[in-house]
């Protein structure tokens, strides 16, 4: 997300650093390239006119002309900005009332039932919340059925009336059926269209004075730039709801509309969505994104979805087969999967601090454990049990059922040697001490990765 604003910032920061002199004029350059990197991922123009405004003043003011480190320090004023524009610091979803009823807004396309489906998710998984889908979308049967499927792949109930088309009656039967059922969260997808119209603007109005929600969330589709700000500001005149979702940032968009909609709005956004799969949905953080604009990683969020995948139970059985020598590939299969789960290859690279800008020109494929999932299912089970006994026979065999080469096979079989010695090394004294002193930032430790772009 944001890789064309990353890399316009970048060289102009980077412009800077690459200067054995600093001057107010060429200060005043680079916070000119900074708003031209701006204003190019469509963020509004008096937005970025007056953040870099902001940006030049700190920077004389804090002298950046006689700092040792000038670039740092500008990089620094340009992140706390970007932080400040996004709104400062994180907000979270009023979840206090019994039930909660979140109500969901926004044009036709925009991504609002899938995120409705992927915020039941997240509040059952994440909150311990028991939600309820309420299909309040009458106009468009596909919505009622996209609902539907979204709820069946994630386990949460969804409420519809075929027959009723006044979405104020079905609002209101759905927050009696969860009363009854002990449902804690009612989250209602309405009707969107393809432009902002009286109709519609009645029609949301009188269910949200009718359901009286303890949140009403707009959601925005980020691919559409300022166009998506004036829709928020439009539906905010009408609602006044308390936060913004932005969907498909992984999708080619500039930016523009995160970096905005807070100012111009003045409402904060709170989730930020990424694909169609149902666990792609994240917290918004200000300073998290300013991070990942500025390329210097998101490390948490990357420890987060890790965490997310961790099972204690199956890391014990793990630590006690490692620690008897009997680390499998049905071991090895498994946390290839886990690792799947999390999200995105590219993108969780990206969280790493610098990977991102080596990684931008590398095409990395989401399907690259494919062949080794399809040489690990070609191995008998007492052979993914007891790698030892795989010989020159067996290889062939294998490679032949996944339609690999015999190479492909020898490289997985040292790879996976030399990952056990290197698990088995963690598990002692040794290995504790590498990972204190790499946590401590060990020099000429770099941060690359073996084989990346060859």
Do not use: W
């Amino acid at each position: 997300m944001f890789n064309s604003l990353q890399d316009k910032l970048d060289k102009a920061l980077q412009n800077i650093q690459g200067r054995g002199k600093i001057s107010e004029i060429n200060v005043a350059e680079t916070v000119k390239e900074i708003r031209r990197a701006l204003v190019d991922a469509d963020v509004n123009f008096k937005v970025a006119k007056d953040l870099t405004k902001r940006v030049q003043d700190k920077a004389l003011g804090q002298n950046v002309l006689t700092s040792i480190t000038p670039g740092q320090l500008m990089t620094k004023i340009v992140h706390d900005e970007l932080v400040d524009l996004m709104g400062g610091h994180q907000e979270g979803i009023n979840l206090s009332a019994k039930p909660s009823i979140i109500l969901i807004a926004g044009l036709q396309g925009s991504g609002k039932t899938t995120f409705s489906g992927k915020l039941a998710n997240f509040l059952k998984k994440k909150k311990n919340k028991n939600p309820l889908l309420v299909a309040c979308d009458v106009y468009r049967p596909a919505a009622i059925d996209q609902l539907k499927v979204l709820g069946s792949q994630i386990g949460v109930p969804v409420y519809t009336e075929q027959e009723n088309l006044n979405p104020v009656q079905i609002a209101e039967h759905a927050i009696e059926h969860a009363k009854q059922n002990q449902q804690d969260v009612i989250i209602i997808d309405t009707a969107g269209r393809l432009a902002i119209d009286e109709q519609m603007m009645n029609e949301i109005r009188n269910v949200h004075q009718f359901v009286k929600p303890s949140e009403t969330l707009f959601v925005v589709d980020s691919m559409t730039g300022q166009d998506a700000v004036n829709t928020a500001k439009s539906f905010n005149d009408v609602l006044d709801y308390n936060g913004v979702v932005l969907t498909k940032l992984d999708g080619d968009t500039r930016g523009g509309a995160a970096l905005t909609i807070r100012t111009v709005v003045e409402k904060p956004i709170k989730f930020i969505s990424t694909g169609e799969k149902m666990d792609t949905l994240e917290i918004f953080y200000p300073e998290r994104m300013a991070d990942r604009i500025l390329g210097m990683g998101d490390v948490v969020s990357l420890v987060e979805k890790a965490q997310e995948q961790f099972d204690e139970e199956e890391a014990k059985k793990l630590h006690k087969k490692i620690a008897k020598n009997e680390f499998g590939f049905d071991d090895f299969l498994k946390q290839i999967q886990q690792i799947k789960k999390m999200g995105n290859m590219k993108d969780l690279l990206g969280m790493l601090p610098g990977v991102g800008k080596a990684i931008k020109d590398v095409d990395i494929n989401d399907d690259a454990f494919k062949h080794i999932e399809a040489i690990i299912q070609s191995m008998t089970p007492e052979e993914r049990r007891k790698p030892s006994l795989i010989n020159i026979s067996r290889k062939q065999r294998i490679a032949k059922g996944a339609g690999r080469k015999l190479e492909d096979i020898n490289a997985l079989m040292k790879q996976f040697e030399q990952m056990g010695k290197m698990m088995k090394m963690m598990q002692g004294p040794q290995g504790k001490q590498l990972m204190n002193m790499m946590s401590k930032g060990m020099p000429g430790m770099g941060g690359g990765f073996p084989g990346m772009g060859k």
